[in-house]
């Protein structure tokens, strides 16, 4: 039984609240891994995430970016329910209602809110932008 479900056994199960806070319930999980050498998005990336495919990887040096990468948050259902805080047999039930009843979205308004960190102005030009891997030669372009 991993940390997560040990937890959820304990009645302390929780749905992520941001993308910071999944990181670290997988971290305390011990589903986390961090790679720190500087990696190329031109196939080193996508090759190390699948040698480690089924956990979570946080990439945290990519040549030409300044911001991190982070692969294989959701990549088994188990994630997937330890995202949304329920157990896997929920997921169903979970994904029903939220396409049901959708929550409406909140403005974040505090200027030092998490999601204000990195604000883009002007001509976006998101294909220089982000840190986009391409996975094989053979791919058409980088993979968003």
């Not at 956990?55 to 990519?62: C, E, G, K, M, P």
Request: hydrophobic residues 45%; charged residues 25%.
């Amino acid at each position: 039984m991993t940390m997560l479900e040990t937890s959820w056994a304990a009645g302390t199960r929780r749905a992520a609240r941001s993308l910071r806070t999944w990181l670290d319930d997988l971290q305390a999980a011990g589903k986390l891994d961090v790679v720190d050498k500087t990696v190329d998005l031109r196939y080193e990336l996508a090759a190390i995430a699948k040698r480690l495919d089924g956990r979570a990887v946080v990439f945290t040096s990519v040549a030409g970016h300044a911001m991190p990468v982070v692969s294989g948050i959701v990549s088994t259902r188990a994630m997937i329910a330890g995202a949304c805080g329920c157990d896997e047999r929920e997921l169903v039930r979970r994904f029903a209602a939220a396409v049901a009843q959708p929550l409406a979205t909140a403005a974040a308004a505090r200027e030092d809110a998490p999601c204000k960190q990195n604000v883009v102005r002007g001509d976006i030009d998101l294909m220089r932008l982000l840190p986009l891997p391409v996975h094989h030669e053979h791919d058409a372009g980088k993979y968003v």
